[in-house]
């Protein structure tokens, strides 16, 4: 008979896990997004380095991880069938410490937001509400596979986008620059949709109505990478129109090599759904600079 003492429950997160908890390879999106932002505003750095830096730190490790601990708070029970070795389900996340580490992150996002000013706070707000708006009760955007993808979409790229346009211009971005960080956000609805492939029988154990659940794989990845590619033909159109030639030719260039990845994709939509999101979406993101430049030449 095994008498072995059972080991005491853990009473802090193991720092290991507290990293895993906040996924820094979530945060790059938003960070590249307000890259994108400065480039695009037309203003020079030079003497504001510092708001460039630190809009980079608010927008993936701060307000992105936030927003990564308060979705795996609310999705524990979820992640319990899909990955039950994430940090809260395996215990090395133990009690409330999940919801507390979202929490203190939430309000470490609104201080570092006061400091890049009005639109940086605004920008900050709106993204920590969105989080919680994904995540939480009663709202959990999450539960429809229309309006949590495409809430996360304009988080990840269209606000950040603007929010680094505004603060590097101190003021409202032009009306070129929020048209097509709004195609960009609304094309990464797609990306997203792919995302949900891996929490495909969690989410359906649990009510999550994803795309993937409600639509099946292979109608799901088809729907993502039109909405995925709509917006891009949008860009192309519009930089023509703004005559920016060399650019479009260049989005099209990366639009016609993620076409490529899609077809590979099709194959096996629920296996190469995690291929294609590292493979399609560095191509997306190339493109997003792609235009940011073109963007900035015409300020």
Known sequence: MDVSPSLPARRFPEPAAALRLIKPITWFPPMWAYLCGVISSGASPVGQWYLVLLGVLLAGPIVCGMSQAANDWCDRHVDAINEPDRPIPSGRIPGRWGLWIALAMSGLSLFVGWQLGPWGFAATIAGVVAAWAYSAEPVRLKRSGWWGPGLVGLSYETLPWITGA??????????????????????????????????????????????????????????????????????????????????????????????????????????????????GVLLYVSGMMVAAFALRGLA
């Open 166 to 279: 505004a603060v590097l211009s101190a003021g409202a971005p032009r009306g070129e620059v929020l048209l097509v960080a709004l195609l960009y956000g609304l094309g990464a609805h797609g990306i997203m949709t792919l995302n949900d492939f891996k929490a495909l029988e969690g989410d359906r154990q649990m009510g999550v109505n994803s795309l993937p659940v409600t639509l099946g794989p292979r109608r799901a990845a088809q729907v993502a990478c039109a909405v995925m590619a709509v917006p891009q033909a949008v860009v192309i159109a519009l930089l023509g129109m703004w005559d920016r030639p060399a650019h479009a030719a260049g989005v099209v260039l990366v639009l016609l090599l993620q076409f490529w990845a899609m077809t590979i994709m099709f194959r096996d939509p629920k296996a190469k759904a995690p291929w294609y999101n590292g493979t």
